[in-house]
């Protein structure tokens, strides 16, 4: 192992119940007159998005709203974004909600000053540097899930609809200027929301602790992640007004984006072109792979992953920890294979040689622990159905 490394940590976080009020004097703060307010069409028929317009409203604060945000965002989703950004002479954006909208907000500040197509900056070697930086609007991001950490990230997730595959696009300022974390917002979060994006947390810390290289900060972040995620998705899950519960599943999620900076694996390489292709939720993908990663990986993960359960209270070392996510698996109805997943999925040869051709070159296959072989992606797909 190389003690050469890179680190980096998120932008300032206004945490706590009741917090998104202050979100009008963290637009003066960030410079942001004029705001465009990106959603996604579900929540933006919810309260929760009528009562923070209403704190900005009573501001006076001039904004328009954006919605048109697919699960899974795709290209046409971003140019139809820009064209209102533009059209509306916006300064700024706020991202507001789950990993699609935080992403896609975070896509159209960092585009609409671009005159390169996005796909010039994926997250490959230094290709963010191709960027007009100077012309990257800011960001203040609410998430309104405990999941993805978009909201201390420094990317966004896009999928190519010719090519039917997920990009990272990444530049350091896409990092959002300020992050309000209020666990209020989450309350009406409907279960199966919950239990997605806490597995997708849970993902995010997991896969990050495996990932080899040195980063101590991010392997200490990702474990108590995941003690947190253990202990009180449960409980979120059972009774969503579980303000403290709510609380730490944000603070979880938050912790899963800053740790995977370390990496992530096989879970997400093949959660991806699932995704892309059956536009299923992101997080119960992760959850339904898990447990195939985690015995793929385990000749080089196990003692990891053994002190890993002691620190979280787990007896049986690996296999007790296995157990421990199976049963969170069948607590929070997670589907148990592709065919739960996606009904009526018919697969065939093809498609699976498609989707393993894909899961080891997305970006994410690099950190898994043990190399992702299109051999082993294919076992692992199959274990999955």
């Known amino acids: ?32 007159a004029r705001p465009l307010f990106v959603t996604d069409p579900g929540l933006a028929k919810l309260p929760v998005v009528a009562d923070t317009l209403a704190i900005l409203d009573k501001a006076g604060v001039e904004y328009a709203v954006f919605s048109d945000v697919r699960p899974n965002p795709v290209e046409s989703n971003l140019a139809a974004g820009i064209q209102a950004f533009k059209s509306g002479n916006h300064d700024g954006v706020i991202a507001f909600g789950g990993g699609s909208a935080l992403d896609l907000g975070k896509l159209v500040a960092f585009q609409a000053g671009q005159s390169r197509p996005i796909w010039d900056f994926e997250d490959v ?10 012309a990257i609007a800011p960001v203040i991001a609410v998430p309104t899930t405990a999941g993805t950490g978009s909201e201390v990230g420094r990317a966004g997730v896009l999928t190519n609809e010719v090519t039917h595959t997920k990009k990272v696009i990444f530049h350091p300022k896409m990092l959002p200027v300020t992050v309000i974390a209020d666990p209020e917002l989450t309350v009406g979060m409907p279960k199966m929301i919950t239990a997605g994006t806490g597995m997708d947390a849970l993902a995010h810390c997991l896969e990050a602790y495996c990932a080899p290289g040195y980063h101590p900060m991010a392997d200490g972040i990702a474990l108590e992640g995941i003690r947190l995620v253990l202990e009180n998705l449960p409980r979120a899950y059972a009774d969503g007004t579980d303000i403290e519960a709510r609380a730490h599943m944000m603070s979880a999620a938050a912790m899963g984006a800053t740790a995977f900076q370390k990496g992530l694996g096989a879970i997400h390489s093949l959660s991806h072109p699932i995704g892309a292709l059956y536009d299923t939720h992101h997080g119960m993908t992760n959850a339904l792979f898990m447990p195939y990663v985690l015995d793929f990986n385990r000749p080089v993960i196990e003692e990891r992953i053994e002190r890993l359960a002691a620190y979280c209270g787990i007896s049986g070392g690996f296999d007790g920890f296995r157990s421990k996510i199976m049963d969170l698996r069948t607590e929070l109805s997670v589907p148990s294979t592709l065919r739960d997943l996606i009904p009526g999925l018919r697969m065939d040869d093809a498609r699976r040689d498609l989707i393993a051709e894909m899961a080891i070159v997305d970006p994410t296959a690099g950190g898994n622990p043990v190399e992702l072989t299109k051999e082993a992606a294919l076992a692992l797909l199959e274990k999955s159905m």
């Open 1 to 32: 192992m190389t003690l050469t490394s890179k680190w980096n940590f998120p932008t300032t976080v206004l945490f706590g119940p009741g917090r998104v009020g202050e979100l009008p004097a963290v637009l003066a703060s960030a410079g942001i």
């Open 125 to 134: 070697g230094d290709w963010w540097t191709r960027a007009d930086s100077a």
